[in-house]
């Protein structure tokens, strides 16, 4: 009984493709038409991933299930965090989940009053609202809640603009103990792709070929998976594992040693999987030592191909 139970959970390979297959088709279909579709496909105003210059304090909210939180954290150049951030978090009620906007923004701002006199933040701050619903954005600052989600019914929502509800409230506070400039509003899957882009901006190999390149910080996935950086990929990839004395016995050949964008060309990849692609990924290896100081084994080529 236990043993089907757990079964049950179970998701194979062929699960997984079949579920990717289905994603795949509901985001196209979003793309071709947001009103029919399920999985709607709004754009975010997000052009670029975090590259690691940002610096400075900030606070975030984040709006989505039974828990509301309010956040503080401050960076130093490098994606690094000067201290652990502060975290507060607060469960929302039935009641403000069903009742009105006014209601529910108004409980935002409080709760938000509340946390910045805990933590002794007098002065204004730029500020992330992670509003996880659908919204129909205008801008990155600016966005209409297209319907409410999971258990929220609060009236009068629907059709507004968030961060003017937002501000709303904070409005309605007489005592004026909240000053924030909202500089993002966005919805928790881009907020999860940008803190991975954030923590991890890509591995170590990805990374080294966007030190590299003229466009910094723009079309990252475009970098891992097209024809034009994918030469430069392989390439990072070998010096890593070079330096690190898994391939040439850890030595590189002075052309080689210096990653140089479209050095090694993505054409060598097709040629390297096509036919008696060992014998040419050694050709190609012997090449690029052309002095014959690296001997060129056949592991290394396996490890390469």
């Known amino acids: 009984m236990v043993d089907a139970v757990v079964k049950s959970f179970e998701v194979t390979v062929q699960d997984m493709r079949e579920i990717s297959k289905r994603l795949t088709a509901a985001c196209e279909k979003g793309l071709e038409n947001e009103e029919k579709a399920v999985v709607k496909m709004f754009i975010t105003y997000v052009h670029s991933l975090p590259d690691g210059t940002e610096e400075g304090d900030f606070l975030a909210l984040d709006l989505g299930g039974s828990n509301f939180r309010v956040l503080q954290l401050s960076l130093e150049r490098g994606g690094k965090m000067t201290a652990e951030p502060k975290v507060e978090e607060m469960r929302i009620s039935k009641e403000k989940k069903e009742g009105n906007q006014e209601e529910l923004f108004d409980f935002i701002a409080e709760s938000m009053s509340d946390f910045l006199k805990k933590h002794g933040i007098t002065r204004r701050l730029p500020l992330g609202f992670t509003f996880s619903f659908p919204v129909v954005q205008t801008s990155l600052t600016a966005g209409t809640l297209k319907k409410w989600t999971k258990d929220f019914k609060a009236a009068g929502a629907e059709g507004r603009d968030v961060t003017q509800m937002l501000q709303e409230a904070i409005a309605r506070r007489k005592s004026g103990d909240v000053s924030v400039d ?110 014959g100081s690296v001997g060129v084994r056949l592991r290394d080529c396996q490890a390469s191909v």
């Open 182 to 291: 909202v500089v993002a509003l966005l919805n928790d899957t881009t907020g999860t792709q940008l803190a991975v882009g954030f923590e991890d901006p890509n591995c170590h190999v990805d990374k080294a070929v966007e030190e590299k390149v003229i466009n910094r910080g723009q079309q990252i996935f475009e970098k891992l998976i097209s024809g034009k950086y994918l030469g430069s990929v392989t390439h990072a990839a070998l010096l890593k594992l070079t330096r690190d004395k898994v391939l040439f016995g850890g030595v590189c050949s002075e052309r080689f040693s210096e990653l140089v964008i479209d050095r090694f060309d993505s054409a060598f990849l097709s040629v390297i999987e096509g036919e008696n692609g060992m014998e040419k990924c050694k050709e190609l290896f012997k090449k690029e030592f052309p002095d």
